[in-house]
């Protein structure tokens, strides 16, 4: 008998759940607006995000001043609004190399029958070459060099995550027609059910966004019409927001009152993944809007030490099996053991994976494979078969 008493105000002092969320305080955050004042390196501010010009790179000679320009980007990725819009980041020409390149690889990838979905759009609606860094370099390497070289994707990199950053890259044209996807927040939290995402402590929900950093790079013209993305700026502020985002209210606010940036090829953003967006629909008949989508991650997202989660699950599933059949493994205490082991044992996260082959089923993200391991279990597979599914899972996880 337990003589601990129960205490839900202190609950909800770690745990935040949508009964946290209140659209006046979401509301209020967002119109505080963006003062040009608090930015001197900005040139100005367009619909409240902060627009950077060719005046930035006078800046960007020695260190000091170099440092001073990432502190002010962090600052309006943190307590700004939350996104950063750098006019002319790339030359013009590089961006139609690139580009070329990139259809070069989609039509390869096409003709051997491939057809690459993403989160939001059915496969086929609009085209995707995933891990388009990768496939990049391995294609053309000098290219990738001059595309990857840019100064300003590593003068926002370096602001937001610090050093040794970790770069993927994945092209994505929203074809005529291409409809405008849910608006949300990013990953990691917000590619989580809800359910998940609530199972984290309100510590974690102010560390997610500061694992990653979302940018993209116009390879077209991007007027309105094409469906740039759609921004809330300083959405990323309001800490239950993974949890609100998908309410009926939030969506209904974020409708009313996004804003969108006409882009020209070679300009690049930048914004917090926490900032509330989502792609817009391309309302042209004969236009392909066409961007390489920066997902960046901290450096700090890895173990110590390598462990082979594939041996370990299969050596330890005939165990985990046996457990499961007996009598008493109906209970919550033996669910509890199975689960906290399968925890142990397996890669419980889906990510880092080969999107090209490891797809979403029903889902927002691929199966780990602790969800794998745990299949399974409720399905009592021969260790035979779990084994061969294992395999067949690493297989689809690597590049190539």
Known sequence: MTTVAHSPAATRQVFLSQDDCRLEDFTALIEAGTDIADYPYADGVNKGVLIYSDRLRS???????????????????????????????????????????FFDLLAEEKKAGFAAGDHFAKPGANDRVWNALEKLAVSDPALFAEYFANDYVALASGAWLGPNYQMTAALNIVNPGGQAQVPHRDYHLGFMPLETAAAFPAHVHRLSPVLTLQGAVAHCDMPVETGPT??????????????????????????????????????????????????????????KRMANLLQVSSAFGRAMETVDTARVSKAVYPTLLEKS????????????????????????????????????????????????????????????????????????????
């Open 59 to 101: 800046y960007l000679d020695t260190e000091a001043e170099r440092r001073d320009v990432q502190a002010e980007i962090a600052r309006a990725l943190s307590d700004g609004p939350g996104i950063v819009v750098f006019k002319r980041a790339f030359d013009p020409d590089l961006i139609d190399r690139a580009t070329a390149a």
């Open 230 to 287: 759609l921004y809330l700026p300083h959405s990323h502020k309001y800490l239950p927001g993974y949890l609100a985002f998908s309410l009926p209210e939030f969506q209904d606010y974020f409708r009313q009152n996004y804003v969108q940036q006409d882009l020209e090829k070679g300009d690049a953003v930048f914004f917090n993944p926490g900032l509330m967006h989502g792609a817009g629909t391309n309302q042209t008949a004969d236009v």
């Open 325 to 400: 059949r007996t009598a008493e493994a109906s209970g919550p205490e033996t669910a509890r053991w199975i689960d906290n082991v399968v925890t142990v044992a397996a890669e419980g996260y889906p990510y880092p994976t080969n999107l090209d082959r490891d797809h979403p089923i029903g889902a927002m993200n691929p199966e780990s494979q602790a969800d794998l391991l745990r299949r399974a279990l409720r399905e009592s597979w021969a260790p035979e078969q779990l084994n061969a599914e294992v395999d067949a899972q690493v297989v689809r996880h690597r590049s190539a």
